[in-house]
């Protein structure tokens, strides 16, 4: 009886790795690295099968040109000259899905760096001495934004250092290299410029993504034939969330209680048979 048993959960095992449209959870279209541990990608489409439907021959023909797309990127000949609106072509993807997707890749990388690095290099005590003017001109950000940032009047003249708005008004040095870093980041972010005659070395080079970035953004848009391109990466207080695959002790005896759900309906359906 153990040994039927094992033997029950071994096909069960096998058949629910290889099944489609199949989630116990009723998910649909689950991306890696999934919401459970059952996650399975036979096809490389970056969705776990028993979220999604059998691939058809039009599916099958997308997965090969996204393996023909990861040797292709290796090429740096081509990696630097394709412009976006070429590769688009190439692999028949959507122009505003791809532009838009490889913003939010390098709006995750600039909301990254802005949490790990610190853009401001000057001391409190230097800092004191600085006016709003030259702090703006030094690291590229308007003089009324960092007022407004810092609730400082708008009225406030741009040659006021900022010894004297700490006197003033109270506002410690820390607070405005806070003020500094935030706009500076917002800044690098607004002026993220790709269009459809961007090259994908121009996007190397100036914007720090890799060709795997690059190949996982093709790879979205072929997965989101109606991808909405008004979906953006928010740029304010934005904190990049790791999923860790823990759903806890609730998800794992889910996970059980659907495995033998598995196993219960495959018996019944082997001695219906």
């Not at 999934?34 to 023909?61: F, L």
């Not at 505003?96 to 997707?101: G, K, L, N």
Request: glycine share 4%; with cysteine; proline share 3%.
């Amino acid at each position: 009886m153990k040994r039927l048993f094992l033997f029950l959960i071994f096909l069960s095992f096998i058949f629910s790795s290889y099944a489609w449209n199949d989630c116990p959870f009723g998910m649909v279209n689950c991306t890696y690295p999934g919401k459970c541990g059952r996650y399975v990608d036979t096809n490389n489409n970056g969705i776990c099968d028993h979220s999604e439907p059998a691939p058809t021959t039009e599916n099958k023909n997308t997965t090969n040109n996204l393996n023909e797309l990861t040797s292709t990127v290796n090429n740096e000949e081509i990696e630097y000259n394709y412009t976006i609106k070429e590769i688009c072509e190439k692999y028949k993807i959507n122009l505003d899905c791809f532009i838009s997707i490889l913003k939010n890749k390098i709006v995750e990388k600039l909301n990254k760096e802005y949490d790990e690095k610190s853009y401001v290099d000057i001391p409190g005590k230097e800092l004191k001495k600085y006016t709003i003017k030259e702090i703006c001109e030094k690291y590229k950000i308007k003089a009324e934004e960092l007022k407004k940032y810092l609730n400082l009047p708008e009225t406030l003249s741009d040659d006021t250092t900022f010894e004297t708005i700490k006197d003033e008004y109270g506002i410690p040095m820390s607070e405005v290299k806070k003020a500094i870093q935030y706009l500076t980041n917002e800044n690098k972010i607004n002026n993220i410029v790709i269009n459809e005659n961007t090259t994908l070395g121009e996007i190397i080079e100036k914007y720090g993504l890799s060709k795997l970035e690059i190949d996982e953004a093709i790879k979205e848009c072929m997965n989101n034939i109606n991808y909405n391109t008004t979906k953006e990466v928010s740029t304010k207080n934005y904190k990049i969330i790791k999923n860790n695959n823990n759903n806890g002790i609730v998800g794992d005896v889910l996970n059980i209680l659907f495995s033998i759900i598995n196993i219960r309906n495959l018996l019944f359906g082997w001695l219906s048979g």
